[in-house]
């Protein structure tokens, strides 16, 4: 079986994770549009650094997601989805 795209693991976080692509700009501190073209196109187009604490941080979600811990994000509004993600984010 091989390993799934980066595109496809993006997917997976929005699907399993209940994510919205603002969440993961939000989660990742990149421009909305940046994470929108990541899972449109899948290409990173980062420098090496910046791309390995992308993929770390996918790697972070991925396990949450799995362990249960945060995610999947609960249904509320937008603005307590803000805060909630970004809590989220600062405090595992």
């Not at 993006?10 to 939000?26: E, H, I, K, P």
């Not at 501190?29 to 650094?49: D, E, F, S, Y």
């Not at 396990?63 to 609960?74: E, F």
């Amino acid at each position: 079986m091989s390993r799934p795209t980066f595109q496809q693991r993006l997917q997976r976080l929005l699907d399993t994770g209940n994510m919205t692509v603002a969440d993961l700009a939000r989660w990742f501190g990149k421009p909305h549009a940046t994470v929108l073209g990541w899972v449109r196109g899948g290409n990173l187009g980062l420098p090496p650094l910046d791309a390995a604490f992308v993929t770390a941080e996918v790697e972070r979600l991925e396990t949450l997601i799995r362990k249960k811990r945060g995610l999947p994000v609960p249904r509320m509004s937008a603005r307590k989805r803000i805060a909630y993600v970004n809590d989220l984010r600062s405090t595992l």
